[in-house]
């Protein structure tokens, strides 16, 4: 059983650029949770994808989108990056939408300048 | 969600017991009780979660108050990979999890 793998690790982008950040779920997760934290806080629940389509969003701006691919894989697309936008971004696979149990990858630390 | 409140750190000794309090008074009749740890470096990882029951996993135990407006998850003997930060989550789904800041636990040999 594969865990969850997030790409890339590391990322720098200049102020107001675009990026997109990828995650592969745990094998048979159709559920993906992305979640963003800042330095010395706790993780921030952007928003999940089920079964390709969104199935709820935290209190994020629409500059941050996201896909979610047939296999299951998902994206997280953040446009017209902001200084604050610098931070930890989690992804988290789940059997199921409402399953008490997520996975979490290791994060992609991003940090604009 | 409803908010919970933990302590900011707290400190224990190795093979020793650990009891992580966390106050929940807002708790709604349809919130579970999540418990996720984070350590260094690392993405969160599921510890436990309960609605009204005790319940017991093989990395710990949770102790459910019975007007559940606060929950003990408890370690039962600490060992240096505990060391993490803690956190208590109230949610009526397993998903839009919001952490707080959690409770960071030093275990000292």
């Known amino acids: 059983e594969t865990g969850v793998t997030q790409s890339p690790t590391h990322l720098i982008k200049t102020r107001g650029q675009q990026v997109t950040l990828r995650c592969s779920s745990q094998?048979?997760?159709?559920?993906v949770s992305w979640y963003q934290q800042a330095l010395g806080q706790g993780p921030q629940f952007i928003f999940q994808y089920y079964r390709e389509e969104e199935n709820g969003r935290g209190n994020f701006p629409p500059r941050f989108s996201g896909l979610q691919f047939p296999n299951y894989s998902s994206e997280l697309n953040v446009n017209a990056l902001e200084l604050d936008d610098s931070a930890l971004y989690l992804c988290?696979?789940?059997?199921?939408?409402?399953?008490?149990?997520?996975?979490f990858g290791q994060g992609t630390r991003l940090t604009v300048v | 969600d409803a908010k919970t409140t933990q302590p900011n750190s707290m400190e224990s000794n190795e093979e020793e017991p650990v009891h992580l309090p966390c106050n929940h008074s807002t708790i709604s009749g349809t919130d579970y009780i999540h418990w996720y740890r984070q350590l260094p470096s690392q993405g969160p990882e599921y510890v436990i979660h309960?609605?009204?029951s005790n319940v017991n996993n093989r990395m710990a135990s949770l102790a459910i108050a019975e007007d559940r407006k606060s929950s003990t998850l408890i370690l039962h003997r600490a060992t240096l990979r505990d060391a993490a930060v803690y956190y208590c989550i109230l949610s009526n789904s397993g998903y839009a999890l919001n952490f707080g800041k959690g409770t960071s636990l030093l275990v000292t040999p």
């Open positions: 309960g609605l009204t």
């Open positions: 988290a696979s789940s059997l199921g939408w409402r399953d008490a149990e997520a996975f």
């Open positions: 094998s048979g997760h159709n559920t």
